[in-house]
């Protein structure tokens, strides 16, 4: 009797954006998903036994315009600030080193980046936010995208440390309802 084992390791994409950046820090991930929303996904991401990890990790659907229609990153700002709240450690410190957090937990001195084409669209509104008091980096074009050697290195580190999931339930994770759902929604 031959029995065959697949491990399953669910990669999202804002994840592999992430981990295109290749440095220690805050990522944020952004993918365009048209009428000025973005998908969004925040990450600390260290090194560990030699390899780059996701130690914390956040996702949204974010919409960039104001009450008003106007194009605003407040939403984004909140995203940040949240998930960086939503830190595992009760502790003043952080699990990144060189990044410092002041006794209100927020970041001080230290860079996000900005990924995914999201991030180039929106550059100009990205440059000026004021999150963490030092400049935000935006990622080049070049990197603004999901590569198979991403997902395979994301998948490889997580297969290492036992991160897998039931293949009975793994499933898309949808930030958002389909366009046609939300028509249903509102025919109802």
């Known amino acids: 009797m031959i029995v065959n084992v697949f491990l399953l390791f669910g990669v999202s994409s804002l994840e592999c954006l992430a981990h295109n950046i290749q440095k220690e820090g805050y990522i944020c991930s952004l993918i365009d998903a048209k009428h000025d929303n973005v998908y969004a996904g925040f990450f600390n991401i260290s ?7 996701t130690i914390k990790s956040n996702y949204a659907f974010l919409d960039l315009k104001d009450k008003n229609g106007n194009l605003t990153a407040d939403s984004l700002v909140s995203f940040i600030k949240n998930s960086f709240s939503n830190a595992d450690s009760t502790s003043n410190t952080c699990k990144t080193p060189n990044i410092s957090i002041d006794e209100n937990n927020n970041l001080i001195n230290c860079p996000i980046y900005f990924v995914g084409d999201a991030a180039n669209l929106y550059e100009d509104l990205l440059k000026n ?31 290492k440390n036992g991160d ?5 339930i793994l499933s ?10 939300l028509a249903l929604n509102c025919n109802k």
């Open 172 to 181: 898309p994770l949808y930030l958002r309802k389909s366009q046609a759902e």
């Open 47 to 53: 090194y560990k036994d030699g390899a780059l990890q």
């Open 129 to 159: 936010l004021n999150i963490n008091g030092c400049k935000n980096i935006i990622a080049s074009r070049e990197i603004a995208v999901c590569s198979s050697i991403t997902i395979a290195k994301v998948g490889y580190t997580k297969y």
């Open 164 to 168: 897998f999931g039931d293949s009975t």
